[in-house]
């Protein structure tokens, strides 16, 4: 799709406020008292962070990119992927999305953040927080620590597995498959056909196949992102995004009381910094590796 890059911006924005409603918004409906899926579980977690990528993917891939992730923009505009020109734009869309989200989410739960006694599943519905945090100093050292390492772990798996998703379109046999077609369709016409008019057949066709195959490839982005919760989601939530941890703690910090209740404490803006550096220096590693290997 032929867009402008102010589309492009408008999208990342767009898509990365939809990742937050549906992501975070799972994550309240879980955690805040008074819910109708309070306690539901960490699945329903899984499921609603895993669908708040797929959801996006689906709606804006062949717009945008959907990066909706500050760290995968600077992973792939490092490696030459992505131009460096538009990354400013396209950090700023997505952490301002992201804010617009949270607060989305602070609006339709209000009451039950107001309801809950627990500080930290309040801050747990806008950023990560490390499982190893217990609220004293000595906790920070292996939180930060352990959380770290979590979320590049996690981060790294993420975003070679998007770029592997989407770069090898399930399958190489792609081309031998147009050109079968392509014969079949030749043969059985039975008059002249000219050179123009078989790569004309083969680029329409190409391009169909190439978008059902990115469709399925970000439809396989959200069952990747559904697994990494499940997986790596016990030490810290997990984030594996910059705009996505960030934008929702200083949306935290701003509220005051009165919005999200008496129970609300800090932002832990000591632990911050992990769930920004961690993703991007997993981004830049993984697209490294990636373009090292495959492109």
């Known amino acids: ?28 409906n879980v955690d805040l008292k008074g819910t109708k899926g309070n306690n539901s579980g960490w699945i329903l977690i899984a499921i609603g962070y895993g669908l708040a990528v797929m959801m996006p993917a689906l709606m804006f891939g062949n717009v945008s990119g959907n990066h909706i992730n500050p760290a995968f923009t600077l992973g792939l505009a490092i490696s030459g992927l992505f131009p460096w020109k538009h990354v400013a734009a ?10 617009f989200g949270q607060l989305m989410v602070v609006m339709v739960y209000r009451p039950y953040f107001m309801k809950t006694e ?20 000595e906790s920070r050292k292996a939180a930060t620590i352990n959380g770290f390492l979590n979320e590049f772990l996690g981060s790294f798996v993420l975003f070679f597995g998007a770029l592997a998703l989407t770069k090898h379109f399930f399958g190489a046999e792609l081309n031998s498959i147009i050109q079968s077609n392509i014969s079949s369709q030749v043969a059985s016409l039975g008059q002249a056909v000219t050179d123009d008019q078989i790569a004309e057949a083969v680029k329409v066709q ?6 059902g195959s990115q469709s399925v490839a970000h439809m396989g982005i959200g069952f990747l992102v559904m697994a990494l919760v499940a997986c790596v989601g016990g030490p810290t939530g997990p984030g594996l995004n910059p705009a996505r941890d960030l934008g929702p703690r200083i949306v935290h910090h ?42």
């Open 90 to 99: 396209y950090i700023i869309a997505q952490l301002l999305g992201a804010m």
């Open 206 to 211: 190409f391009a169909q196949a190439v978008n």
């Open 118 to 137: 627990n500080p930290n599943h309040i801050l747990g519905s806008f950023s990560t927080i490390s499982a190893l945090d217990d609220g004293t100093k």
């Open 254 to 295: 701003l509220l005051p009381k009165s919005i999200l209740g008496e129970n609300k404490s800090d932002s832990k803006w000591w632990y911050a910094w992990v769930g920004v550096c961690a993703p991007i220096l997993a981004s830049i590693a993984a697209v490294a590796l990636f373009k090292y290997l495959y492109l």
């Open 1 to 28: 799709m032929d867009v402008t890059w102010t589309v492009k911006y408008i999208t990342e924005f767009l898509a990365t406020a939809l990742l937050i409603v549906i992501g975070n918004g799972t994550v309240a």
